[in-house]
C-alpha cells in the first residue's frame, strides 16, 4: 500500500527477486512510478479498505507492506490484512519513531522513516529476500534478520537454535536490543537475528516459516 517513492521502488524491487505483486493507491497517477517494465497489478482506492484490499489479493497474499504518507492509515492497514486477512508477514512504515512501541506490542514490525531502506523492509516480508546484516571477512559465517512464524511464539530461544542449527546474536524487542539468555522465551512482535553459516541461511529460513512440530 502506498506507491511513492518508497513503495514503487519496493514493488520493482520484490518483483525482479520473482514475485507477484499488487500494488494499492489512492491516486492512479502514482502508478507511473512504477515504471513500463513493471507487469504487477495496481489498484486504485484506500488501503485499509477491505473492498480494495480484496481487489488487489490480499486473500491470497503472503506479505503486505503498509508504506503511505500517513502513519494512522499504515498501521490500520497493516493490522487489517494482520488480523483480517491472517497475513502473517506484515510491516508498516512510520514517521513518528514514538509510536514504534504500540505498533510492536499489537504485534506489527515497523521501519522508522530515518532508518527506511527496501532491504529491511524485504527482511520482514520475504524468505530468502534479503541482505544478511552482517558478514565475516571469509564469507561463511553471516547475522541475519529472520522471518518468524506465529506458532514459534512462547517458544525458547533454544529451540529455535537447535532447529536452525545457528545461534540467536540478538533479538529486538519494543524497539530495543536485547541479549537473550538459554530461558529467553520468544514473543509475538520480536524480531530474530540469527548467526549461522551462509550455506545454512536458506534452510534456517524455511524451518522458520513454518510452525515448529508439536511435541
Known amino acids: 500500500m502506498g506507491c511513492g517513492r ?15 505483486v499488487a500494488v494499492i493507491d489512492q491516486d492512479e497517477a502514482a502508478f507511473r512510478r512504477l515504471g513500463a517494465s513493471f507487469d504487477g497489478r495496481t489498484v486504485t ?8 484490499l480484496r ?3 490480499i486473500d491470497k497474499a503472503y506479505a503486505f507492506a503498509a508504506v503511505s504518507s ?4 499504515n498501521i ?20 513518528d519513531p514514538g509510536r514504534a512501541e504500540i ?14 531502506t527496501s532491504d529491511q523492509i524485504m527482511r520482514r516480508l520475504l524468505p530468502s529476500g534479503h541482505v544478511p546484516e552482517f558478514t565475516d571477512p571469509s564469507g561463511k559465517v553471516v547475522i541475519a534478520e529472520m522471518p518468524v512464524a ?16 545457528g545461534r540467536l546474536a540478538y533479538l529486538t524487542r519494543l ?3 536485547l541479549l537473550p539468555g538459554p530461558d529467553t522465551v520468544y514473543q509475538d512482535g520480536d524480531l530474530l537475528h540469527l548467526a549461522l553459516r551462509r550455506e545454512d541461511l536458506a534452510t534456517a529460513e524455511r524451518v522458520l516459516d513454518t510452525a515448529p512440530p508439536a511435541h
Open 150 to 165: 506465529t506458532g514459534w511464539i512462547g517458544h525458547r530461544v533454544e529451540d529455535i537454535e537447535a532447529a536452525t542449527g
Open 6 to 20: 518508497v513503495g514503487a521502488s519496493l514493488a520493482r524491487a520484490i518483483e525482479r527477486a520473482g514475485h507477484e
Open 55 to 57: 481487489a488487489a489479493g
Open 70 to 73: 500517513g502513519d494512522n492509515s
Open 45 to 52: 482506492g484506500v488501503g485499509f479498505d477491505r473492498n480494495t
Open 103 to 116: 505498533y510492536q506490542r499489537l504485534g506489527i514490525p515497523t521501519v522508522a522513516t530515518v532508518k527506511w
Open 76 to 95: 490500520l492497514a497493516a493490522r487489517v490484512a494482520r488480523e483480517k486477512y491472517g497475513v502473517e508477514h506484515v510491516v508498516a512504515r512510520i514517521y
Open 175 to 177: 524497539g530495543d536490543g
